[in-house]
């Protein structure tokens, strides 16, 4: 069922609920007080009738003859007066007496002093009634048809008013929470006509303090982040086509070139030397882009244990030696190490190893001698590497930037590189809790200092 449909419905059974309730309340509170009103009138008209009789010593056939001849003021009314002996003393009209009063009836009024019932369509009242020390008994009856004709005339403009309302009510609810509905309509609409090429597009925000302003204003945070989620990937996605057409396209052009004439073997072994070059270039960069997925993972699919860095380091810098020619690495203890908590982190050994290698190798290769410095220190609970070359160093524009994902500096001519490795790396030692900076200075070196807190 639509909201506005629902909050109809609520706003309809609430509404009727209660006016349901409020109109019976007046129905019978109408009723109880007509009832109450009415007995009185009818004590007060016999009260009358005895005064007549007993104080003005009316006689009783002149007052039957008034009452024949009156038109009543009561509908149907007839009193009845009896002593306490159950004598009747006087009778509106014995021919019609509806109030059959019997023995039990005269002392039951003796003794409460009076009493009101319902008999039929009659209200009866039976009291007490004294007179020069004498006990009487004085009953009345009549029935309140015009009071009862009042009151079905109140129940019928009750409901006639309720089904009215009713009826109000359902249009103005209908129309009314439309137009509290309708920003949502519109963002619907909106939001209908957002698609993966138009990502640029937001939802208008009509009151930015209501409820509906700040889902529109949620939504297009959210669009921001899908569209700059969505731009990065793009531009991600140009960037490894990139990085692969250039070495994919000089294996290429090398090997056709091969082909064109018979060459001799030192020929062929140079572009077979020049195409494992590029073909190690690429190995790298798959490499590189798969070590970026996974570290792009939500961290709490990363398996993490305890690791001591300097195991990872030395792990890291055979492989370096290994498959780059000519690099060097160095790893240095600043502090003697007294137990394994002084240097350990928690971590995942693979990628802590990547970030590692990523850092040992920049610092070779843009470093003339191909050296690099690692350094431990650990402080109660952290543990501090600085990886430092005495190379070209990096441009002070630079600096914002090198971590940024395919950034390349402006000393990207020294050497080969894709601009994949220090936004790992960074992203790497994020995920790990740690932190990583720079500093370097122009054809003095760089340092690159991690920081990783103990388990
Ligand atoms: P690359 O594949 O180019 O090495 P990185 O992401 O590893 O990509 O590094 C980004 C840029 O940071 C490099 O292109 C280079 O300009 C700069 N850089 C990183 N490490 C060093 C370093 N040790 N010495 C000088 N420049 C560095």
């Not at 969505?230 to 056709?256: C, M, Y």
């Not at 195991?311 to 190490?337: P, W």
């Not at 040992?360 to 690692?374: G, I, Q, R, W, Y």
Request: proline share 2%; net charge negative; charged share 25%.
């Amino acid at each position: 069922m639509k909201i506005r449909n629902q909050l109809l419905l609520l706003f309809l059974v609430l509404f009727g609920v209660l006016l349901l309730a409020f109109s019976i309340f007046i129905y019978l509170s109408s009723a109880q007080t007509r009832k109450d009103e009415y007995y009185k009138q009818l004590k007060r008209e016999a009260i009358t009738k005895a005064n007549l009789l007993f104080d003005a010593k009316v006689a009783p056939s002149v007052l039957q003859l008034i009452y024949k001849n009156s038109a009543n003021s009561l509908f149907e009314e007839e009193v009845a007066v009896y002593d306490t002996s159950f004598n009747l003393l006087y009778h509106d009209a014995v021919q019609i007496d509806k109030v059959k009063e019997t023995r039990k009836m005269i002392d039951q009024i003796v003794q409460q002093k009076e009493i009101t019932f319902d008999q039929g369509s009659l209200q009866v009242v039976g009291l007490l009634y004294i007179h020069h020390g004498k006990n009487y008994v004085l009953t009345a009856a009549a029935n309140d048809e015009y009071g009862i004709k009042r009151l079905g005339e109140l129940k019928n403009t009750l409901i006639l008013s309720f089904i009215i309302i009713i009826c109000f009510t359902v249009i103005a609810g209908y129309y009314f929470a439309g137009r509290a509905l309708k920003p949502v309509a519109e963002i619907i609409d909106n939001v209908k006509e957002i698609t993966a090429t138009r990502l640029d597009m937001r939802v208008p925000v009509k009151s930015e303090k209501d409820e509906i302003g700040e889902l529109a204003i949620t939504f297009n945070q959210m669009l921001d982040r899908l569209e700059n989620s969505f731009n990065a990937q793009k531009s991600f996605v140009n960037n490894i086509s990139h990085e692969l057409r250039t070495p994919l396209a000089t294996v290429v052009g090398e090997l056709q070139l091969a082909l064109i004439k018979d060459r001799s073997i030192t020929e062929y072994k140079e572009v077979i030397r020049l195409s494992l070059h590029d073909a190690k270039r690429l190995v790298k960069l798959s490499n590189g882009l798969l070590d970026l997925a996974k570290a792009n993972f939500d961290q709490r699919e990363i398996r993490m244990k305890e690791l001591r860095v300097d195991e990872l380091l030395m792990d890291a810098r055979e492989t370096v030696i290994k498959t780059m020619d000519g690099f060097n690495v160095d790893v240095l203890f600043e502090q003697e190490i007294e137990n394994d908590d002084n240097i350990s982190v928690m971590g995942n050994e693979y990628l802590l190893k990547v970030a590692f290698i990523n850092l040992m190798e920049n610092a070779c290769k843009f470093s003339p001698d191909h050296l690099c410095t690692v350094t431990i220190t650990y402080l109660h609970d952290k543990v501090i590497l600085a990886f430092k070359d005495k190379g070209i160093g990096i441009k002070p524009q630079d600096l914002p930037h090198i971590f940024s994902e395919f950034y390349r500096g402006t000393n990207k001519d020294f050497t080969w590189g894709n601009g994949i490795g220090l936004s790992l790396t960074d992203k790497i030692i994020s995920m790990h809790g740690g932190s990583i900076t720079v500093a370097s200075t122009e054809n003095k070196g760089s340092t690159f200092s991690i920081t990783l807190l103990h388990v």
